[in-house]
């Protein structure tokens, strides 16, 4: 027999039989499903390996067992459960879904039946072959699209067809056997951006169909695309003992959930395949209060540089009063008394040589100056100088065989313990309780390695249980401080997940200080973060032409603006023009809120000297940057409004002179053309011209 659910805007069909375990086939039905598929569930434990043997997350014993026995569905939720008879797991598929949105939320529950404990060591949260089926593709005719990304290099997407990827093809007849080849991706310890992105897609080559996925855990992952004797599939996984340490002994009563993976499918490329993802993502937003967005200034990036003192800020928050700030965050160094502080910190107290008057006088300027107070935090560590090294217990803190973690000079909190947790929360509520501080950059510069065996479990689920505690402890500050607006940053986007986002209110998108390297970045982030999350930098300084202001500044006004740079030092010009691109954004922000991301020049692969990015909703804007070596022209598809008379106006800056466009119905594309020299950049506003002339 099939299950089939639907949410309206997606519908699961699952194949059920009494000699096989349940397959997800289909998650866009158009016609009859033809072919079984791989498993719903795979599932590695010890004594009950694979069959072919081989190191890919596909074949396993106990998916190969795993029989149905019930499933219960609502409006939102799809559970399926099924029992493996010699291991005595009881597996539970749970989906979840929101109407309209083309997308699931999915994960796997185990339990068990029975005496005897089992020893985990992977699981799936989605396994499929449905792609092939739904495409009306076969393996050759698909493309991978998958994303890497490193410190200040964040958010570089790539587009491999799936035979080049590593789906190697050869003659399964002849070996008895399918291909054991693999494309797999790994994210290990707690920068769960840290080398690669959570988020990938596989899209047919003529852009007609595409699914995506994203690992909404904020810690070790890994997923992969191979190929069995039963077809292709792509398996998505939290951490797993061959690749991060990872096991789990469940038993009666005593079970294991695997990490979440929201999973999207559409009629379309690439970008609608990014689009569905961002329609799921504001739809799992734990905090749904209406954002207003506000824009932050933040001391830090090209600016003040982790050397903040009174006699610095007062006038810098003056300035940035003046240009529009909503926010003032104070970032690394307040807390420095002599300039060695990297090892020292933990207590988290200001500083009485930076601020001779206290804290309190400069957090009652931002609050002068109708501004909120921000400060820098990095919480989960403690200095190996630091009095609370010594004061917390050994307990407190990753450990592996008896001995403390230690990692660029500091300690790391384990938040399963009560200690840690006692501590951390001291620390935000005494910041917010003394200094009405309501913003907190949430920075996070190490990592741990494999986790931490403390309480005798292997390190990869010490991991695990520190990252879902950290999870939990976030929603306590929330609760606690429900007008708190908290920052996701690891050394700029070094831990991008929405396990972290589903949480916090804005993602700092790089630590990219060079301005000519940043659009790249900033245009490919919503690829991973919502828009109005996505914190773009936009630091322009006294020193800048103006075309190159512009640039930095028009980096940042279709995600969040976030600003920094020296506008105490600019004259009333420069000035004014950052005031221009904060309220040009202001404007824009309702908008941003409700888009989706479309890349015209393209998503992946992209390396020219031309950038550009769009967003979608009722209207659309696009950013193109134009940096040095580019040519003076360059051709922009906008397919969406292929057929349209449109009208391409500058929203930022509102006079670009250097700048003209033409636009071709026929074929949905602008032409743009730029006069100047190199950097340069505007945003631009595509309106169909029946809009324009109402709107005029």
Known sequence: MTVSWSTDAIRLLLDVSDDRPVRLVSLRPSGPVDGIGVPLVEVQALGHGRFPGSHRYADTTIGARLRYRSHVESADELRVVQHDPVSGLVVSSVFQGVAGVPAVRTWTEVDVEGDGPVCLQAVTSFCTGAFLVDADRSVD?????????????????????????????????????????????????????????????LVARDDSWALAWQVEHNGAWHWEVGETVAGAYVAVLGPTDAEHQWSRVVSAGAGFTTVPVSVAVVAGGVDDAFGAL??????????????????????????????????????????????????????AGWYDEDGKWWDSVGEWHPSRTRFPGGFGEVADRIRARGMVPGIWLEPEVVGVRSALARSLPDEAFFQRQGARVGEHGRFHLDLRHPAAVRHVD???????????????????????????????????????????????WLDGVLARHPDLLLENCASGAMRMDYAMLSRLHIQSTSDQQNPLLYPPIAAAAPASVLPEQAGNWAYAQPGMSPDEAVFTLATGILGRLYLAGRVDLMDAAQRALVREAVSVHKGLRPEIAASVPFWPLGLTDRTGPWVAQGLRAQTTYITVWRLPGASADVSLPVPHLRGADVVASPVFPASSPAWTFTWDADHGTLHATHSGTAPAATVLHLTPRESYVQNA
Not at 283 to 304: C, E, G, H
Not at 451 to 462: F, L
């Open 426 to 472: 001291e620390v935000v509520d005494r910041l917010v309780g003394e200094f009405g501080v309501g913003y907190i950059k949430l920075d996070y510069n190490i990592m741990p390695g494999a986790g931490t065996d403390v309480g005798g479990v292997a390190p990869g689920e010490g991991l695990l249980g520190h990252n879902r505690a950290h999870l939990a």
């Open 141 to 201: 005719e698909v493309d991978l699209v998958h994303g890497d990304s490193d410190w200040v290099a964040e958010s570089r997407w790539h587009r491999t067809p799936l035979r080049e990827a590593g789906l190697v093809a050869m003659d399964p007849t002849v070996h008895h056997h399918a291909s054991r080849s693999r494309f797999a991706l790994t994210s290990r310890s707690s920068w769960s951006t840290g080398e690669h992105l959570p988020c990938g897609a």
């Open 278 to 331: 961002t329609r799921q993502r504001r739809a799992t937003l734990r905090n749904r209060r209406a954002p207003s967005l506000p824009v932050i200034f933040n001391d830090y990036m090209n600016t003040l540089m982790g050397d903040p003192t009174t006699e610095k800020l007062l006038p810098l928050i003056d300035a940035a009063a003046s240009v529009g700030a909503d926010y003032f965050c104070v970032d």
